[in-house]
């Protein structure tokens, strides 16, 4: 095996030389003239004069290399009781025929389609179809608003949208095409054609003038052929979720994305052709694109799909019995679903149901994964639990620890080292890089890996001013943090997460560390509230494991002391309140922004994709300080 320093070293001897190799992975129609033009886009574009198509790539390569009988994808609803695997074949074979119905509406290269699915297989089969035509396609949650999902259907002016006629909570059934139907009259633009997948659990009514059964179009469809694109062709936008600000229209390009991300599951996740991978996302975020649907398939591995929620369908146990029942080999999800299992399986009892021997590594991202909740899982699962950092924009990680080699140190709380391709530094207001163990802005080289976004959507002078114009040569990535004297990389969260009391400026999460290891502490945040004296004082809002009994003013006291103790009496740390729940996106993100400005008495902007709204309401009446704010 390689090691982490020798892997790094030979892309930093020799970055274009170390790019071009990667990019033997993948099968070109068109080799590359240059491995990297800096003389377009923001920053520059990797693979110019390339031509592939990246559904071919994820399905007919593996086909044609006789891997065709070899399981692609499997499907596990929760919510329904029901699974369905399908082989490179069979999946090469649906995606062929989606993209011909879709073809047969006029959608052609270049086009974009709107996706607008919940997790099941068609949404990564129409992600698919639409590569296969060279489409750009845009997936929307499931679940949106019709008022969100009217916005990115004009920002994006499909030709065609698929949907489904509904997706499933625990406990409810949400009808997804009256959303559609209101977002279609409230948008500018007007598709030629709306395909619907129709799920037994809610048959949707359809326009006759405008939409299509999914599955009829596909049955009559003729199969499409891959259709050769230029690598720097956008391959789909995915618009931020974001926890705070207007979303934006993130582009993901053809080559380079193929590239990085066939790179990276066998030197960050350490898999070969043939294991399993589940990512417990969704397709709506990035990581279901990247994780669900193309890293794995483009490595030719299995790749688990799954429709339900660590607690509550039916327990704190779904995990394990999915990896069980599916002999997975690497799961790859959210600290604040492993939040979820420890509030209700504290010593983690509901493994022993089930033979989790299949089980190699337990990836985590999303947001920084607190040291006890990493160190918790560990000690339980005896398995590497691996902090991952990166973001919408970057598409694959930027800090690890690299299965593929010789694993760098545990060090909880950290993200890792840098990935071959990222350069990073720890940056002062002025972008000057700071010493070791001085936290700053992180910030990015230029140029950026292949696979991170080029550009946003039609909007390149957008993406300057948002990444590229505060620190020049260099890419901001909004996360405050420092680097070690290992190069271990430790991010403590949003730039606007450093808080300024009486003069110091102090980090919330690391704060939020301190609090997250209370024994009865199931999750947690810290937030900056306005002091007329001090400028902010910090307040933590704490969510108590389900067990915990005990007199939450005791806790509380605890806590301050915690803080005090380990941070110092300069983190004027007095108050925290206990919660039933935090305001969190359905990726499992806190939003401590809404938070802030609840606590502070501003106006809060309610974002769509906050997982249950009522949260706000409820904790209104937390903050004793301002008046209480106006929820919109």
């Known amino acids: 095996m390689t090691s982490y320093g020798s892997l790094y070293e030979s892309w930093r001897e020799d970055p274009f030389g170390y790019w071009g190799e990667q990019g033997t992975r993948i099968e070109w129609d068109t080799p590359w003239t240059a491995v990297f033009d800096p003389n377009t886009g923001p920053y ?25 009988d070899r399981l692609a994808l499997v499907w596990d609803s929760a919510m329904t009781g029901e699974s369905a695997s399908y082989t490179y074949r069979e999946l090469r074979d649906r995606v062929a025929k989606v993209a011909g119905a879709l073809a047969a509406v006029g959608v052609g290269r270049g086009d974009r389609v709107v996706i607008y699915m ?27 608003a019709a008022s969100e999902l ?19 909570e625990p406990g409810r059934v949400v009808a997804y095409k009256p959303v559609l139907d209101a977002a279609l009259s409230q948008a500018r633009h007007r598709p030629d054609a709306c395909f619907v997948l129709q799920r037994p659990q809610a048959i949707a009514a359809l326009d006759p003038g405008r939409d299509h059964d999914l599955l009829v179009a596909e049955a009559a469809a003729r199969p499409h052929p891959p259709v050769p694109v230029a690598a720097t062709d956008p391959l789909y936008i995915l618009h931020t979720s974001g926890t ?15 590239v990085a991300l066939a790179a990276s599951i066998p030197t960050i996740f350490g898999l070969q052709a043939g294991d399993v991978f589940w990512a417990a996302s969704d397709v709506g ?103 991952n950092w990166w973001q919408t924009e970057t598409g694959w990680p930027i800090t690890a620890r690299f299965r593929g080699g010789e694993l760098t140190p545990f060090k909880p709380g950290s993200g890792g ?45 957008g993406y300057r001013a948002s990444y590229l114009d505060e620190f020049p040569g260099w890419y901001r990535t909004g996360d405050a943090g420092h680097l070690d004297e290992d190069g271990d990389v ?22 939020e560390e301190v609090l997250a290891a209370h024994p009865d502490v199931a999750e947690c945040a810290v937030i900056g509230v306005t002091d007329s004296l001090k400028g902010e004082s910090p307040v933590g809002l704490v969510v108590l494991k389900t067990a915990v009994n005990r007199d939450p003013e005791t806790v509380v006291s605890e806590l301050v002391e915690m803080v005090r103790s380990r941070i110092g009496a300069v983190a004027a740390f007095r108050t925290a309140l206990v919660v039933d729940q935090l305001p969190k996106t359905r990726s499992g993100k806190i939003l401590r922004r809404t938070l802030r400005d609840l606590a502070n008495g501003e106006p809060v902007h309610v974002p769509p994709t906050i997982e249950d709204a009522s949260v706000l309401e409820r904790l209104r009446d937390t903050f004793p300080a301002p008046p209480a704010a106006s929820v919109h």
């Open 44 to 68: 520059g574009r990797w693979f110019p004069g390339g031509r592939l198509n990246t559904s071919h790539n994820c399905l007919d390569r593996h086909v044609e290399a006789g891997a065709g």
């Open 118 to 144: 919940p997790m099941v297989p068609e949404a990564a089969i129409a992600m698919l179809a639409c590569a296969r035509l060279g489409a750009v396609h845009s997936v929307v949650f499931g679940g949106f």
């Open 150 to 168: 009217a916005a990115r259907i004009d920002a994006t002016t499909p030709r065609a949208i698929i949907a489904a006629s509904c997706g499933l």
């Open 244 to 258: 705070t600000g207007r979303p934006k229209g993130v582009v993901r390009d053809n080559g380079g994305h193929a």
């Open 285 to 387: 975020w990035v990581v279901g694109h990247s994780y669900i649907v193309y890293a794995p398939l483009l490595a030719g591995l299995t790749t688990v799909m799954y429709e339900g929620k660590p607690v509550g369908t039916p327990d704190a146990g779904a995990f394990w019995n999915v990896i069980a029942r599916h002999q997975v080999n690497v799961l790859f999800t959210a600290p604040t679903a492993i939040r979820a299992i420890r509030r209700q399986d504290p010593e983690l009892d509901l493994t022993s149901r089930y033979d989790i021997s299949s089980l190699r590594a337990v990836f985590l991202a999303g947001e920084r994964c607190d040291p006890p909740t990493a160190t918790w899982l560990q000690s339980r699962i005896d398995r590497p639990v691996i902090d």
């Open 417 to 461: 080292r840098p990935s071959p391709g990222f350069e990073i530094r720890a940056l002062d207001d002025n972008g000057v890089p700071l010493s070791a163990g001085e936290t700053g802005n992180l910030a990015l080289r230029l140029p950026l890996p292949p696979g991170c976004a080029p550009t946003l959507w039609g909007d390149d002078d």
């Open 490 to 511: 430790w991010v403590l969260g949003r730039t606007d997460d450093i808080i300024n009391v009486a003069g110091h400026r102090l980090s919330t999460g690391a704060m």
